[in-house]
């Protein structure tokens, strides 16, 4: 049986992906996958901990945060959608309009 | 036999119907109302004789009455007195009720020649007022609580402050009018406290009875009842500090000094209302209020030396100013307030009897002369000025008889009612500082001086206004006045004439016949009241209390007290015979010269209470408003400037570009979790 830990540093490392794609790319699509990624890296971590825990409490919280992120998805890619619409672009830098 | 005292309430309820009808049909109405007064007030006349004739006739518990009528704040375990209106007859105040109504229902009918022969519009507001007054001064009167009291002792200050402004259009009416209402409200202000604290201290605020406050307060001081006191202060102290409270709304209505100065302003409103209001009855509210709670006062010898030196300073500080007044309503103005202040002297001088009987024959004698001044002025055309006038003795022979009638008793020549009672007042005064209070030798003193110049002024009124020869053309022609102004004049005149017979008391000193009808009337009340002269003589007595002795001066001095007041009346009058009695009157008071112009300003008490207003309490306020304006202001301006200055830096981490905040979200977390493995021991 694969140790624990090993579940952790896969996780972290997902995460880590996640949020490297969120500070450096500049993409709406990639945010929205960057987002993904870092919701299963949690969603990992349930698991990883029911497995070891032998509760299954864990495992139905994944299945939770999975329905999620679809929802996530959806009214994110209907901001896309808009954010395209009036901007041209889906770059995310470009629209600084929602400020003081 | 409780069937009439069943009827008290309608005493006061008939003039208030009678405003309500002269308010709203009184414009439809054939006198505008007048008629509806008169019916209201007659009625109240024939209720009040019922009662006072009851009180006279019945003995023991039956001479009197006291119920509550209606309570509308119940009082509970956190608030242990109940607040409530109700009915207190006894001989004061039946008697009381009768002067009311019968000043009243008289000036009423005056009023039909004053107002309504000569033309006034607006007279339904008249009317109203007139009811408006007579209902809340009569429930004044009947009052059995000091709260009940005050209520009332407020709507006649209104009453007063609507009618002195009848004539609004006119600059000096509304200004007099509000001027009254400011000094009077001065002094009601001290009174409302002193309510308040007598509420806080007994619990209650009864006048008569064993519950009441002030025999609450004597069984405290003889140390079987415990009350509240307040600022740290004795028993006795703290009654007295209550007592001049209370007496603050007494100087303010009764115009004792120093506020006194709106009384002759008030001139300014319609005579048959200077009559009714500024003469007899309201001004007289002060006055009946320290009598109706005599009990208390007679607790606190402070307290009466403070009144006694208030009133006979008043007495002698307002005769002299009527000496020098050109017009004739502002001499019965100051002769008022000086009548007051005698009052207040013999309340104060342990003289309840004598303040009672003096208040009796003034509201008489003193509405006679207003009512008389009224009907001068109707002759007159509204002028005045006593030095147009001149002559009018046989042109209106009805007016001058009567009002010659009004003089001699003001001015206290025997055997008219002011003697009497004058009389007595100073000779209570005098005997009582003879004995164990010296210091009310010096109110006596200023009180006997007075009597001079009241005759001074009194006659020099009189020979200047019908005396001599017409000084001007409506002089030699009078206007005549009808039945309504003489038949009220008549009734007064012999009232002023012979009410003196009601308390003859030197003559029964000499003779012992038993004729001190009003003593003897103003002690039928019922014993449970507690409110009948001679307990108030044993309180007076009682050296733990008020410690008044009499002096026995006998025989002797009664008759040197009896001739020392006449003779100093009949030299001022006698003066003013020399002086004025003559065709050609010229003004001697010119010879005064400095003084005559200090006399004519008053004193420069007006400009003294302007100077108050605008020298101190303005700039008191301006700075008061620049405090709040710079430093308060100035706080609060001062944390929202930090504010917006340091949200306008902050704001600029704002930048709307979603990566950043993603980025700041992620530093915070990273400093979260550093912070939590330092503090935690994680590495």
Redesign the interface.
Known sequence: MIETQWYLLLSAAVFSIG?FG??VR?SALI?LMSVELMLNAANINFVAFSLQHGNLTGQVFALFGMALAAAEVAIGLGIILVLYRNFETID??V?????? | MTGIYDLVPAIALLPLVSFVVALFAGKYLPKKGALAGIAATGGSLVLSLLVALTVATSDGANAGYNETLYTFLEGSSSAPFSLELGVLVDPLSALMLVIVSLISFLVHVFSLGYMNDEGETGLPRYYAGLGLFSFSMLAFVFASNILMAFMFFELVGLCSYLLIGFWFREAGPPSAAKKAFLVTRFGDYFFLVGVVAIFATFGTGAFAGSESFPHLAEQALHGEHAVNTFLGLGEQAWFTVIGLLVLGGVMGKSAQFPLHTWLPDAMEGPTPVSALIHAATMVAAGVFLVARMYGFYALSPTALGVIAFVGGFTALFAATMGVVKQELKQVLAYSTISQYGYMMLALGGGGYVAAVFHLTTHAVFKALLFLGAGSVIIAMHHNENMWDMGGLKDRMPVTYWTFLAGSLALAGIFPFAGFWSKDEVLYETLIHGLGESPLLLGGYTMGLLAVAFTGFYTFRMVFLTFHGKPRTEVAEDPEPVRWNVKGPLVVLGVLATTLGAINMVPIKKLTGADIDYLHQFLDYGPEAFLTNVHHYGELLENPEFAGYGAADIGTTGLLVSAALSLGLALAGAGLAYRLYNVPEPVEHTDRLGRLKTLLMHNYYQDEFQVWLATGLTVPVAKAADTFDQSIIDGVVDGISTVSRFAGRGV?RI??????NY??LL?LGLVLLVAFFGVTGGWF
């Open positions: 949020l969120i500070l500049e945010y995310v830098t629209p600084t309009t929602m400020r003081w | 704001r704002q930048t709307g570009v979603v990566r993603a980025a992620t």
